[in-house]
Nanobody, 115 residues
């Protein structure tokens, strides 16, 4: 199983930017798909963005055009650049990885968008 550690969360004002990073314990070349999801209390976890090993990318409609997911092969990370943040983007953001059919999750990082 892959160990995942997220970083980069925090408090930001509406309209601001944050960059999240998910560090994997193994070479991301071995991982079929990685993604970012988010969850607020009392609601189901929802997909934010995913990227496969052959760079197929998928975004939730609510973030398309504002968020960018990327694979940083040299660092074994998958990053999520979040621009034009809105209060409704407030959530715990978690990274996942699918490798050999197994799904791994990180602990999550809090993102709060508030003035």
């Amino acid at each position: 199983q892959v160990q995942l550690v997220e970083s980069g969360g925090g408090l930001v004002q509406p309209g601001g930017s944050l960059r999240l990073s998910c560090a994997a314990s193994t070479s991301i070349f071995r991982i079929d798909s990685m993604g970012w999801y988010r969850q607020v209390p009392g609601k189901q976890r929802q997909l934010v963005a995913t990227i496969t090993s052959d760079y197929n990318i998928n975004y939730a409609d609510s973030v398309r055009g504002r968020f960018t997911i990327s694979r940083e092969n040299a660092k074994n990370t998958v990053d999520l650049q979040m621009n034009s943040l809105k209060p409704e983007d407030t959530a715990v953001y978690s990274c996942n990885a699918i490798m050999y059919g197994r799904v791994s999750w990180g602990q999550g990082t809090q993102v709060t968008v508030s003035s």
